[in-house]
């Protein structure tokens, strides 16, 4: 079976790896649209969790070209990349953007998915 996220392990805290991911998205490109603290959110109404947050990120260029193609990708956009701790451990976590090939087969995204994929994963790699 094909995979269709990434997980990899962090060195850093659980804010570090946040900052990091911001940090290393705006340095390849991407905009941070906007971080979601969802462990805040979920213990704001009753439901406490570990840490986790929610990095939105975005390229004009490749949204644009994607969304060309077929503008029912805007379901899978923008690219999330969660942050979270797991037993006192960070975790960065991400769908790979080469699985919306599989949801949209009809767009011809493949070569652009494959360009996002290896941008996104980067920013990982740095950020841990």
């Given at each position: 079976m094909k995979r269709f996220e990434i997980t990899v392990k962090s060195e850093k805290s659980f804010d570090q790896a946040v900052s990091a991911i911001e940090e290393?998205?705006?340095?390849?490109g991407f905009r941070v649209l906007h971080t979601h603290d969802v462990a805040?959110?979920?213990t704001e109404k009753g439901f406490a969790r570990e840490p986790l947050k929610i990095v939105e990120i975005c390229n004009a260029k490749y949204a644009s070209?994607?969304?060309?193609?077929?503008?029912?990708?805007?379901?899978?956009?923008p690219c999330p990349i969660s942050i979270y701790e797991q037993?006192?451990?960070t975790?960065?976590?991400?769908?790979?953007?080469?699985?919306i090939v599989d949801f949209f087969?009809?767009?011809?995204?493949?070569?652009?998915?494959?360009?996002v994929e290896r941008i996104?994963?980067?920013?990982?790699?740095?950020?841990?």
């Open positions: 290393k998205a705006a340095e390849k805040k959110t979920l070209q994607v969304l060309e193609k077929d503008v029912r990708i805007a379901l899978m956009l037993k006192g451990e975790f960065i976590s991400t769908m790979l953007p080469t699985a087969p009809e767009a011809g995204i493949e070569t652009l998915a494959s360009d996104v994963l980067d920013i990982i790699n740095l950020a841990k």
